[in-house]
């Protein structure tokens, strides 16, 4: 285990067969029907890889990314830094993919942007789900973990930028966060 993690929330084995399991709903939901999986960045990257490669049929994928500004205001402002094309966007059945769904307002307000720009449908999947954090009124269609509200990190997610490469999903120790005063998000 990394010297900064207090302890190991899901293991790699506990992971891969919560993504089979979600794999399989997913399966489910769009087999027959064209989608595109559309992986948030940069945290959602290591799921999408390893979603996308439990199932079965057809798909196509495509990157978005956001970061809010104003971090800690209620603002919800998101900066959209890249965006699908709109051939990959209009008309199209998208499954949008997050690392972890804290306050909601980074699903929510996507979620509007791809409606917008001419989505046919927009549904949503996430590895965690930090239900106790819920700022606005949004549930995930899909989700793998159901986390406590602790500052996690592993498998994609990062704090100031690292621990993204860990195999497992872990608390952060409280001393590495407070220690900095940057953000991760
Ligand atoms: P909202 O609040 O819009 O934010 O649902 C989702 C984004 O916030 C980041 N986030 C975290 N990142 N450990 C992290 O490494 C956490 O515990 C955590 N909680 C929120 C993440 O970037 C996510 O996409």
Redesign the pocket.
């Known amino acids: 285990m990394h010297e900064d993690v207090e302890r190991i929330l899901f293991n790699e084995e506990q992971i891969l067969a919560g993504i089979d399991r979600v794999a399989e709903e997913v399966t489910r939901t769009y087999r027959g029907r064209d989608f595109t999986v559309v992986s ?1 960045l940069k ?1 959602s990257c290591v799921f999408a890889s390893d979603l996308i490669r439990r199932i079965p049929i057809p798909l196509e994928l495509a990157f978005v990314s956001a970061s ?1 500004y104003g971090a800690g205001t209620e603002s919800g402002d998101l900066a959209l830094n890249f965006f699908p094309a709109e051939s990959e966007i209009s008309g199209r059945n998208l499954l949008l993919v ?10 929510a307000r996507l979620v509007d942007e791809l409606r917008r720009r001419g989505a046919a449908e927009v549904r949503t999947c996430v590895f965690l789900d ?1 239900p106790a954090r819920r700022a606005v009124d949004f549930r995930a269609d899909f989700r793998v973990f159901e986390v406590a509200d602790l ?3 592993g498998y994609g ?3 100031a930028g690292r621990y993204r490469n860990l195999p497992f999903v872990g608390a952060l120790k409280k001393e590495c966060y407070e220690r900095s005063a940057s953000t ?2």
Do not use: Y
């Open positions: 948030v945290g809010s997050d690392d972890i769904l804290d306050t909601g307002r980074t699903l930090k500052f996690v990190v997610l990062d704090f991760a998000r």
